[in-house]
């Protein structure tokens, strides 16, 4: 079983930054492949970026060229740098990790962009 904790989340302005952190244990890290989704008030959970094993990474086009995805799996850990942050980037971000057929989610940290 494998279990996530993110941290991270917080309120900035906008135009401020973020990097939100998710840590992985009970599996082998290196061999999951994980993403980030978030969740806006009101909203479907909508997918944000993800990281494969051998490291390519892919992002929503709302994201992209802001945000940044990275692993450290050494440390079981996977980042997302948040630049340029808009205030229709609040919501609460959670990490996912994909083994196999099975998938993992984590509880959630909320990120509130002030206009």
């Known amino acids: 079983q494998v279990q996530l904790v993110e941290s991270g989340g917080g309120l900035v302005q906008a135009g401020g930054s973020l990097r939100l952190s998710c840590a992985a244990s009970?599996?082998?890290?290196?061999?999951?492949?994980m993403a980030w989704y978030r969740q806006a008030p009101g909203k479907q959970r909508e997918w944000v970026a993800a990281?494969?094993?051998?490291?390519?990474?892919n992002y929503a086009d709302s994201v992209k060229g802001r945000f940044t995805i990275s692993r450290d799996n050494p440390k079981n850990t996977m980042y997302l740098q948040m630049n340029s942050l808009k205030p229709e980037d609040t919501g609460v971000y959670y990490c996912?990790?994909?083994?196999?057929?099975?998938?993992?989610w984590g509880q959630g940290t909320q990120v509130t962009v002030s206009s």
């Open positions: 009970g599996g082998l890290f290196s061999a999951i492949v």
């Open positions: 990281i494969t094993i051998g490291g390519t990474t």
């Open positions: 996912k990790a994909v083994r196999g057929v099975d998938e993992f």
